[in-house]
């Protein structure tokens, strides 16, 4: 019953969005309207197209890399490649983003599908929080960011490594149950269902149930995407960046706001080191890192997603675990290096 109620209420919250979307992009002369907040909603037009259209492509790879692994991956296959020992299985998850880098937009479904394939969720959450950093293409956009500086890469993808180990550990000896809001009985259930209905021969009928899973997915994952850019558009055109600076100056403030404003742009991982370099002469290089380990790891847009996915307690455990480790880690490194 919750969770019905949950997806009927999302299902009208995206509706109005999508009013909202459809009279905004209708109305470009608004008389009416004085200069400033003319030109504050052409921003967030602007805005709001940017971050959906920066984040669709990684939606639906996630969604097809979630698909390829519901219909041509098995349990025993999932089961037989993830290492026994905790630890080992840790470190698994930190290196299978160089194998498949995606932002954190496309992480979710394939999580998900994952878990439910039968991945313990210490690893697959281990998955989520470092895939979108340690992987190639985020490590060359953050040296290219930072080449006056190349020791802020490195730390980036170091940082995010022990932030995902303590996260890990954590979870394996806390996390018993299964977090997601479907269960993997009901998931069997449907996949028995599914593939009796797609049942046929030869390759043709697995791709019939590869593109109905990818559909199924995209649109699932799409209407948190898009309220939670909306809503992302919104904060940071209406938002008053230089009050906010004026108390990140301080050695425990900086990191602070610095957590908040990646939390609130929401970010790509390929992008948000640019915006950071931009920062790099009002704030110390350990807040900088603050905010670029953070924002992959945890930002609005993917706490939306992940609320679609998983149980509302483990996702607010999970968010408050990876803000203070990410806080105290980047505190740490701050005090003892000399960068």
């Known amino acids: 019953m919750p969770t019905t109620v949950f997806r009927a209420s999302m299902h009208v919250i995206v509706a109005i969005c999508f009013l909202l979307i459809v009279l905004i992009l209708l109305n470009n002369d608004m008389p009416t309207l004085s200069p400033l907040t003319t030109e ?7 805005m709001f197209i940017s971050i959906l259209l920066e984040a ?22 999932i089961r037989r490649f993830i290492p026994k020992n905790p630890l080992l299985g840790i470190l698994f998850a930190c290196v299978l983003g160089i194998l498949f ?33 340690i992987n ?20 980036r993808m170091g940082l995010a490594f022990a932030v995902a180990i303590i996260i890990g550990l954590i979870l394996y000896r806390f996390i018993k149950s299964n977090p ?19 049942q046929g021969s030869g390759i043709s009928s697995k791709l019939n149930t590869f593109f109905v899973h990818a559909s199924d997915e ?12 909306l809503l992302t558009a919104l904060i940071q055109i209406f938002m008053q960046r230089e009050s ?35 920062f790099q002469t009002s704030f110390t290089s350990g807040s900088l ?16 997603m992940m609320l679609s996915v998983f149980k509302s307690k483990f996702v607010l455990l999970l968010s408050a675990l990876i803000l203070i480790t990410v806080l105290g880690c980047s505190l740490l490194l701050e005090r003892f290096s000399n960068f």
């Open 244 to 278: 906010l600076l004026a108390i990140g100056q301080g050695p425990i403030s900086s990191h602070l706001f610095m957590m908040g404003f990646a939390y609130i742009l929401s970010l790509c991982s390929t992008s948000d080191a640019f915006v950071a370099s931009s």
């Open 136 to 155: 190639p293409i985020v490590f060359a956009a953050t040296f290219m960011a930072f080449r006056n500086h190349p020791a802020i890469a490195y730390s």
């Open 180 to 198: 997601l809001r479907i269960s993997r009985a009901n998931f069997s259930s449907e996949e028995a269902l599914e593939g009796h209905q797609h």
């Open 101 to 133: 880098p995606m932002c954190e937009c496309g992480m979710i479904p394939v999580v998900r599908r994952l878990i439910l394939k039968g991945m313990p969720v210490y690893i697959a959450v281990v998955f989520i929080v470092t895939g979108p950093i």
């Open 218 to 229: 995209f649109f699932e994952m799409g209407k948190y995407l898009v309220f939670g850019s």
């Open 289 to 304: 890192l603050t905010f670029l380990v953070l924002g992959p790891m945890l930002d609005f847009k993917s706490t939306l």
């Open 40 to 46: 504050r909603i052409q921003a967030f037009k602007t």
């Open 56 to 77: 669709i492509p990684f939606i639906l790879l996630g969604v097809l890399l979630s698909s390829l692994l519901q219909t041509f991956v098995s349990e025993q296959t």
